[in-house]
């Protein structure tokens, strides 16, 4: 009688009942994403994408904790979620899920690993969007005409990020010892690798006026809200979100898009990708060349400028 295999099938594999719970499961990764000294941004994207998951579970009645989830379970749920959220959000879910699983796998405590054969999903390219001269003179008028304290801190959030693009993260993290002259210090970046940017002679005087306003506080942080507290992410972004409404701007106009149109400006101006992707952060080139690639390209600008056929006698 032939001797059996040593090694268990798929289907053996997913015979074994593990012991290890989702909530056991969530303290490891954490304590993992902690040892790696992983952002506090980043574990809250871990949290919301496996909390949404669960939901998502319950809607399709799918009576399972994440760690017995299968392929199948997973390609279920991509499905569902199709008819429901953007590509984009599905595979942002995708991508937390993956460095979930692949942890697990890891330590052994799933198996098989249901997200190995799992891929995102192609989705269209879509045309970023920035904000041309006009839309940036209308927004930085509206919000000077303020005559406000929030007016004067908002027009300088808006013009330290038109003129260095740092990440809104970034900006809510800058304290005043950070800014030395023209150079500001960005610490809190997403790679963990500290950089300067530079503000034009602008920004940085609409910087000191601003300082002068904001007065002494018990912190150090520079942006702050009118009871004196720091200024929070989700308080500037809901700030330009009123200001588009009031504005009636159709495009998004958001701290990201100044970041685009910051990137925008400066390769239409001449800038290689290596200097701006030093100055946006970049650790990969990847995004830095898609923009490249989007912007330094401009039909109509190079169009205009490398004619050749005025020069013609025709």
Known sequence: MARRSNSLSTKELSMIKLKTTDEEAFQKFERDCLIRNLRAET????KDKFAATKNTLKEMKIDKQLVELTQKDIEDIILHLKSKIKIVSINT????????YN???KNKLVMPNPMKNIKQL??????IETLDDKELELLASHI??????IGVRDYVIFLVMLDTGIRLSELAGVQIDDIRGNNLIIRNTKNLIQRT???????EDAVVVYLKIRGRQYHEYLFINIDNEPLKIRSIQSRFRIYKKELQINKQLSPHVFRHT???????AGMDAFSLAALLGHQDLTVTRRY??????????????YCTINKLDL
């Open 93 to 100: 879910r995708i991508r937390a899920l993956k460095s979930f």
């Open 122 to 127: 192609r989705d269209r390219t879509r045309i």
């Open 43 to 46: 574990l809250r994207y871990y």
């Open 292 to 305: 490249v690639n989007l912007w330094g390209n401009d039909l109509e600008v190079k169009a205009r400028q």
């Open 197 to 203: 940017v530079y503000l034009s002679k602008k920004v």
């Open 262 to 268: 910051f990137a925008k400006r400066n390769i239409l």
């Open 103 to 105: 942890f697990l796998y």
């Open 144 to 149: 000077k005409n303020q005559k406000s304290f």
